[in-house]
């Protein structure tokens, strides 16, 4: 079986069957081959059921068991299709639209499977950034009455660090909220997203100042004129985001789900340059079958 469908047609002859589906959850979740997930031995009979039973400890496995597809009363062919028809949207895509493109009869199913879909989108441990970072704040919401700045009440902070590549311009970025600009908040989100040893440029807010001693070359980044910018790849950055909030979700987006729009940005920004829409899938079917089942529940809904 290939790793992934190029075209649309390609999509609809490697999944034309619920087993088919199976299968390749099977190669992308057991590359290697099956792997027990109560004892780790790696021989098992595949039962007619579809379920695995380990030669070993005699468990029954069933392959969406302990991945975002557990538990689901959809048919893994659905949740192929959105998750194809996701990766396939240059721009984005709304739960209203995902709920029409696969006609669903529930705007709540379409919701939360963008939702799920969209932790799925960030890999468990992946590589922080490294290198020279810029870092920097911007502040999601419309104009209101009050403070401006870091301290603006009943907006979103949020951290955004960009990898700078010199010549090849951007690199990879991360992003997610913060409550404030404290040393404390800053340094240590700054170590979940950044590789200590990078060089890390940010402006003379002194939020940033324990950096240094935090195992990063920290470099603060001075203006020479009222319109030099301190951090110009993280604002180029925070522009896109902000427009692409706008453009795809009209800027309907609650404090609570912001961080899961983040993850969303990210993913298709950081593979941006990846030739076929079909990797994009692999990539993300990948990590749903990577990370822990996400019951509706436990999702924000407020």
């Not at 660090?161 to 690199?171: F, N, Q, R, T």
């Not at 795809?248 to 941006?272: C, I, K, M, P, W």
């Amino acid at each position: 079986m290939k790793l992934y469908p190029l075209t649309m047609l390609d999509f609809q002859d490697m999944f034309p069957t619920e087993d088919a589906c199976r299968e390749y959850l099977t190669l992308v979740r057991w590359p290697d081959g099956f792997h027990c997930p109560r004892c780790m031995n790696t021989s098992a009979w595949k039962m007619g059921s579809g379920l695995f039973r380990c030669t070993n400890c005699r468990h029954r496995a069933s392959i969406t068991s302990g991945t975002i597809f557990q538990d689901t009363h959809k048919s893994l062919q659905l949740w192929f299709q959105a998750a194809w028809y996701i990766v396939n949207q240059k721009q984005g895509v709304n739960a209203l639209g995902l709920q029409k493109a696969l006609g669903l009869g529930s705007y709540r199913t379409a919701w939360s499977w963008l939702h799920k879909l969209r932790q799925a989108m960030v890999r468990p441990g992946r590589d922080k950034l490294s290198g020279i970072v810029e870092i920097d704040e911007t502040i999601i919401g419309g104009p209101r009455p009050g403070k401006a700045g870091r301290s603006a009440e009943g907006k979103i902070l949020v951290l955004i660090a960009v990898e700078d590549k010199g010549k090849e311009g951007i690199g990879r970025i991360r992003m997610r909220t913060i409550p404030n600009a404290s040393q404390v908040t800053l340094k240590e989100n700054v170590q979940q997203m950044v590789e200590e040893g990078s060089t890390v440029l940010t402006d003379g807010w002194k939020g940033y100042d324990p950096l240094k001693s935090a195992g990063y070359t920290h470099i603060i980044v001075e203006k020479t004129s009222p319109s030099d910018d301190s951090t110009p790849l993280v604002h180029r950055i925070a522009s896109l985001l902000k427009r692409w909030l706008l453009g795809t979700h009209q800027g309907a987006v609650r404090a609570s789900h912001l961080n899961y729009y983040l993850d969303e940005f990210t993913f298709r920004f950081n593979r941006r340059k990846s030739r076929s829409r079909g990797k994009l899938f692999y990539c993300l079917m990948q990590q749903a079958v990577s990370i822990d089942p996400i019951p509706v529940k436990t999702l924000k809904v407020s």
